[in-house]
């Protein structure tokens, strides 16, 4: 399943185990926040200012 950036967070770390190390590497370091849990992976990339598009070619390598 390809991740896309509409997706939400808790979805991400469902579908791929790797993911949690990936976002958390990139800078996203809260990741058991229950509102990050309901955040879209654009939403988090751009509160952390990373860009989404070079994080979601990280996650689905």
Known sequence: MTITKDMLISEILRI????????MG???GC???PSSQAESLE?????HG????????????
Do not use: F, W
């Not at 791929?16 to 976002?23: H, K, M, Q, S, V």
């Not at 990373?50 to 390598?61: H, P, R, W």
């Open 31 to 33: 990741l058991g926040c």
């Open 50 to 61: 990373i860009n989404v598009d070079e994080l979601l070619e990280k996650l689905n390598q």
């Open 26 to 28: 990139s800078g996203m």
């Open 43 to 47: 939403q988090a990339a751009a509160v």
């Open 16 to 23: 791929n185990p790797n993911a949690a190390r990936i976002l």
